[in-house]
T-cell receptor
Framework: AQTVTQSQPEMSVQEAETVTLSCTYDTSESNYYLFWYKQPPSRQMILVIRQEAYKQQNATENRFSVNFQKAAKSFSLKISDSQLGDTAMYFCAFMSFFYGGSQGNLIFGKGTKLSVKP | GAVVSQHPSWVICKSGTSVKIECRSLDFQATTMFWYRQFPKQSLMLMATSNEGSKATYEQGVEKDKFLINHASLTLSTLTVTSAHPEDSSFYIC??????????????FGPGTRLTVL
């Protein structure tokens, strides 16, 4: 069974600085997807970034980028130029590959609470 | 694109009554939808996977007779909490699986429903 581990329950960063959130996972599969979702105080889950395991290039989305290390099963999220609106819970998640017959269910980590301070 | 709505956003009911929560994919068809429950300061807990036109698959420990799920169309899934009791009070979130396009296989989430049972 797949597992996702986020070892940092809480983190804080000053506005405009850079912060990295850690995520490790365990799987025996070779093809899969990895995600970072954020959940602000409104509790709406928002997709931040998505990575396909077969792609070597790290995904980027504006100020958000990932460091995907497949062999190490590590998937960290870097937030550059942090903004007050980035304050949220961040969840790392794993999904098995569709063509492997996956139902598409996500395996979530326990989350990291990020506070951006002015 | 890829918007998921959820209704109602907040509901208060008396113990013993039933409550229905609707989840709609507004701009895409979702053959698979998911229902989660989230306790304060915790991660999302998958309750069931809902496939259009077939019976839902419930996770271990989730009572299928208490949490009735119907996925009648490619854009609508409903969760009915039957004979609700105070311990059913929680935040319920739905998601819809989006397949295809540039985003590939991804889950998009509704805004959640806060259920309070008195």
């Amino acid at each position: 069974a797949q597992t996702v581990t986020q070892s940092q329950p809480e983190m804080s960063v000053q506005e405009a600085e850079t912060v990295t959130l850690s995520c490790t996972y365990d799987t025996s599969e070779s093809n899969y997807y990895l995600f970072w979702y954020k959940q602000p105080p409104s509790r709406q889950m928002i997709l931040v970034i998505r990575q396909e395991a077969y792609k070597q290039q790290n995904a980027t989305e504006n100020r958000f980028s990932v460091n995907f290390q497949k062999a190490a099963k590590s998937f960290s999220l870097k937030i550059s130029d942090s903004q007050l609106g980035d304050t949220a819970m961040y969840f790392c998640a794993f999904m098995s590959f569709f063509y492997g017959g996956s139902q598409g269910n996500l395996i979530f980590g326990k989350g990291t609470k990020l506070s951006v301070k002015p | 694109g890829a918007v998921v709505s959820q209704h109602p956003s907040w509901v208060i009911c008396k113990s013993g009554t039933s409550v229905k929560i609707e989840c709609r994919s507004l701009d895409f068809q979702a053959t698979t939808m998911f229902w989660y429950r989230q306790f304060p300061k915790q991660s999302l807990m998958l309750m069931a996977t809902s496939n259009e036109g077939s019976k839902a698959t419930y996770e271990q420990g989730v009572e299928k007779d208490k949490f009735l799920i119907n996925h009648a169309s490619l854009t609508l899934s409903t969760l009915t909490v039957t004979s609700a009791h105070p311990e059913d009070s929680s935040f319920y979130i739905c998601s819809a699986r989006f397949l295809g396009g540039f985003s590939g296989d991804t889950q998009y989430f509704g805004p959640g429903t806060r259920l309070t049972v008195l």
